[in-house]
């Protein structure tokens, strides 16, 4: 509202950084050898230490597709004046999955989660 929108870019792209940093940390030495569910596990985890109640679905062909819920956002006056958290959670959950983010929606209230579709590669 006061113009400072490349502050608050940069403000919450620092924290999106550190999490891809604890993210890259939880899957070790060879992170290209981590398997889908593995990285699932280390996602719902960091999802948790960061305040948010985190599911994941999978569905799609051959089940190629996840939705990951984060419920309860732990930023919501941040949500409320930007939805600048909201798009780089999206594209750390596609990252972390190893996927294509295909679809978000961002929930208007506390009471629903956000949804985020990740499209991941074929197998092989």
Same mark, same amino acid.
């Given at each position: 509202r006061e113009g400072e929108s490349e502050l608050v870019e940069r403000f919450?792209?620092?924290?999106?950084?550190e999490r891809r940093a604890g993210f890259a @940390?939880?899957?070790?030495?060879?992170?290209?050898?981590?398997g889908a569910r593995e990285r699932q596990a280390r /996602? +719902?985890?960091l999802l948790?230490?960061?305040g948010f109640m985190p599911a994941i679905e999978r569905g799609g062909e051959e089940g190629r597709r996840l939705v990951v819920?984060?419920?309860h956002c732990p930023l919501p006056a941040a949500?409320?004046?930007? @939805?600048v958290p909201c798009r780089l959670e999206a594209r750390f959950v596609a990252e972390a999955l190893g996927g294509? /983010? +295909?679809s978000?929606?961002?929930?208007?209230?506390?009471r629903e989660p956000c949804a985020f579709e990740v499209e991941l590669e074929p197998p092989g």
């Open positions: 919450f792209e620092g924290i999106w950084r @940390r939880a899957l070790g030495d060879r992170p290209a050898e981590v /996602l +719902v985890e948790e230490r960061t819920k984060a419920c949500v409320r004046a930007t @939805r294509r /983010l +295909v978000t929606s961002i929930a208007e209230t506390r």
